[in-house]
Each structure stands twice: as structure tokens, then as C-alpha cells.
């Protein structure tokens, strides 16, 4: 078995819907953490770092897919 193997589309597919979703949840929770009154910031501090650290894992499965890529064209 090859390990450079592309990832198939659908993975790829479902990790860009995932990188939105996220990064939405992401920017939402910043906005409650501001705006908010104070008596949930530490569910919402919880919640950001771990919604932020799927987004990183996600965002770098893609680039790391899409260098792959790039690498196998030359």
C-alpha cells in the first residue's frame, strides 16, 4: 500500500464543511466571550479552545493534503 495515496474526495469534502462550521462556532464564542455577562465565560473559554483545536487539526489535514497534491503534479 502506497502511504501518499490521495485522500479521498469526500474527506476532503467533508473536512472544508467542518473547517466552516467550526470556524463559525469559533468567532461565535469569541463574540459571547465579549459580549457576554460574565456568568458562562468559562464554559465559553472551554468550548473556544476546544472548537479551536478541531479547527487546527482540521485546517492542517488540509493543507497538508493540498501540499501532497501539489507535489505529486511536478
Known sequence: MNPQEQQPRWRKTWSMVQVGVLSAAVVTLIVLLVTGDGSLDRVYAVALV?????????????????????????
Open 50 to 74: 476546544f472548537f479551536g483545536i478541531a479547527l487546527l487539526g482540521h485546517t492542517t489535514f488540509l493543507v497538508y493534503t493540498a501540499r501532497l497534491e501539489q507535489r505529486d503534479r511536478r
